[in-house]
T-cell receptor, first 118, second 115 residues
Framework: AQTVTQSQPEMSVQEAETVTLSCTYDTSENNYYLFWYKQPPSRQMILVIRQEAYKQQNATENRFSVNFQKAAKSFSLKISDSQLGDTAMYFCAFTANAGGTSYGKLTFGQGTILTVHP | GAGVSQTPSNKVTEKGKYVELRCDPISGHTALYWYRQSLGQGPEFLIYFQGTGAADDSGLPNDRFFAVRPEGSVSTLKIQRTERGDSAVYLC?????????????FGAGSRLTVL
C-alpha cells in the first residue's frame, strides 16, 4: 500500500516571497505519478503540477516547481512570487501507473494550509 | 458540460436516512471516480468506474455504500442507513481515457451532514 505524508499542517508566507511545501511518500512501485493539488474554500480540487517518476527533470508550471528526489521518496512544491490567490489547502497525491488502469486512483496526504499575507 | 457537476451541493439528513449524491462528469469522460473527504483530511478513494462498470470498489467502507453509473455518464453514490460518521464532503472526478489523457478533473463536491 502507498502512503503520502505532509508534515506541515500550516504554512504562511508574505506576498511576493517564496515558500516550500514538503511531501514524502512510500511505495514499492517503480512507475508512478505524483501531483500537487490546490483546494480553495470552494472545495474544488485544482491540479497545480504533475511529475512522472521516470522523468528525472523536475516539473515546472509558471511560479510552481517541484523538487523530486526519487531515492529519498520526497516531492516538495516551491511557490515563487506568492500571491494572495495562492491561499488554499495544498495536497500532495500519488498514483501508480499500473498500465494506466489505476491512474486516477489517488492516495492523498493530509494537506497543508497555506496562507499568503499581504 | 464544461466541468464536473455535483448535486446537491449540501445535504443535511438524519441518522438512519437514505441519501443519493449525483455526479455529472465532463462529456466524453469514460472514467469516473468517487472520493470522500472528512473534515481536515485529504480525500480518500471510494470507487472507480470505467464506462458503466465499477472497475475498482475497494475503497467503499461497507455495504451501506453503493454507486451506479447505468449509462456510462452520470453516476449516483447511494448511502443507506446513514450514520454520523458518514458526514464528509463527497468528491467526484472524471477523466478522458484516450491517448495522452492524464488529467483528472474534480467537481466541487457534495457536503453531507448527518445529524
Amino acid at each position: 500500500a502507498q502512503t503520502v505524508t505532509q508534515s506541515q499542517p500550516e504554512m504562511s508566507v508574505q506576498e511576493a516571497e517564496t515558500v516550500t511545501l514538503s511531501c514524502t511518500y512510500d511505495t514499492s512501485e517503480n512507475n508512478y505519478y505524483l501531483f500537487w493539488y490546490k483546494q480553495p474554500p470552494s472545495r474544488q480540487m485544482i491540479l497545480v503540477i504533475r511529475q512522472e517518476a521516470y522523468k528525472q527533470q523536475n516539473a515546472t508550471e509558471n511560479r510552481f516547481s517541484v523538487n523530486f528526489q526519487k531515492a529519498a521518496k520526497s516531492f516538495s512544491l516551491k511557490i515563487s512570487d506568492s500571491q494572495l490567490g495562492d491561499t488554499a489547502m495544498y495536497f500532495c497525491a500519488f498514483t501508480a501507473n499500473a498500465g494506466g488502469t489505476s491512474y486516477g486512483k489517488l492516495t492523498f496526504g493530509q494537506g497543508t494550509i497555506l496562507t499568503v499575507h499581504p | 458540460g464544461a466541468g464536473v457537476s455535483q448535486t446537491p451541493s449540501n445535504k443535511v439528513t438524519e441518522k438512519g436516512k437514505y441519501v443519493e449524491l449525483r455526479c455529472d462528469p465532463i462529456s466524453g469522460h469514460t472514467a469516473l471516480y468517487w472520493y470522500r473527504q472528512s473534515l481536515g483530511q485529504g480525500p480518500e478513494f471510494l470507487i472507480y468506474f470505467q464506462g458503466t462498470g465499477a472497475a475498482d470498489d475497494s475503497g467503499l467502507p461497507n455495504d451501506r455504500f453503493f454507486a451506479v453509473r447505468p449509462e456510462g455518464s452520470v453516476s449516483t453514490l447511494k448511502i443507506q442507513r446513514t450514520e454520523r460518521g458518514d458526514s464528509a464532503v463527497y468528491l467526484c472526478a472524471s477523466r478522458f481515457t484516450g491517448a495522452g489523457a492524464n488529467v483528472l478533473t474534480f467537481g466541487a463536491g457534495s457536503r453531507l451532514t448527518v445529524l
